[in-house]
């Protein structure tokens, strides 16, 4: 019998702030313009090669045989300011490309759905500066409108979280937008379902995982790269070790149970906002 072929792993990895401020909350979410150099340093003197998440869905399609010999992703989530003044220019130091997940009701203002973190004030990029990105080789996907939590919104919220990002990000870059990140990373066969009549054609979710050739393109894992991320512990993140206990702790967050209890959460606070989700830029 003829043996089936090897699946080949890929690191997809998320990072959200680049900055050196953050409140504690928001901490492990930001990290350090120098730790990010030092990152993309090793990508680059270990022969890794960044391609867009687009383009790891094509190549899934062929089995993976277009995927160069080290390749990684480089995710970016919720569209932060701190993207075109500290990534941007260490990314192109190297020519390397990257996904950036846009969450377009903030574009032009500030994070307002952290308020609970403190953070309600992180500027986050402008249409100029998004522009910008997508002319110089940044792949520039959807992340939702307001940054729900889609797989416990009703069905109809839910399709327009998704398919309004879409619409406005294709209208500002004048260009097709393909590929999702699920808010939180919480999603549901239903969620995966609406993305792809959306028109996406990938979806990246969390998972503290790797991927590979055989993982489904709208339920991408990815490994979160934290503040306390250092070049060793980068390096082992980019190889799969050491990430068993990690992923247990992801997929206990992910049962049912915890999901009836964001859902009840949710319902209780739009019953004290008196409504059912207010399109209110910063009441979320």
């Known amino acids: ?83 075109f003044t500290d990534a941007l220019p260490v990314l192109e130091r190297y020519s390397f490309t990257a996904t950036l997940y846009v969450t377009t009701a903030f574009v032009n203002g500030t994070s307002c759905w952290l308020r609970r973190e403190g953070e309600d004030q992180r500027p986050i990029l402008t249409w100029d500066q998004l522009a910008e990105i997508s002319m110089r080789g940044i792949e520039c996907g959807g992340h939702g409108h307001y940054h729900h939590q889609l797989d416990i919104l009703p069905h109809t919220k839910a399709r327009d979280e998704i398919v309004h990002c879409k619409e406005i990000l294709e209208d500002r870059l004048g260009r097709a937008v393909t590929s999702f990140a699920y808010p939180y990373g919480y999603h549901s066969t239903t969620t995966q379902r609406l993305v792809r009549e959306a028109g996406y054609t990938s979806a990246c979710a969390v998972k503290h995982a790797m991927s590979s050739t055989s993982t489904d393109p709208y339920a991408l894992a990815r490994l979160m790269v934290r503040a306390d991320t250092d070049v060793d512990s980068f390096a082992a993140l980019l190889t799969g070790h050491s990430l068993s206990v990690i992923t247990m702790m992801y997929l206990r967050a992910r049962t049912p149970a915890w999901q009836l209890a964001r859902c009840s959460s949710a319902l209780i606070r739009r019953y004290l906002q008196g409504g059912l989700l207010s399109n209110d830029r910063c009441n979320i």
């Open 1 to 83: 019998m003829l043996a089936l072929p090897e699946k080949k792993k890929v690191p997809i990895l998320m990072y959200h702030s680049i900055s050196h401020d953050a409140s504690p909350k928001f901490k492990p979410f930001a990290v350090s313009p120098e730790l990010f150099a030092k990152h993309m340093a090793y990508l680059h003197e270990h022969g890794y090669t960044p391609i867009t998440v687009t383009q790891f869905a094509n190549a899934l399609i062929q089995g993976g045989s277009a995927l160069p010999e080290r390749p990684v992703v480089l995710t970016f989530d919720d569209g932060f300011a701190d993207f």
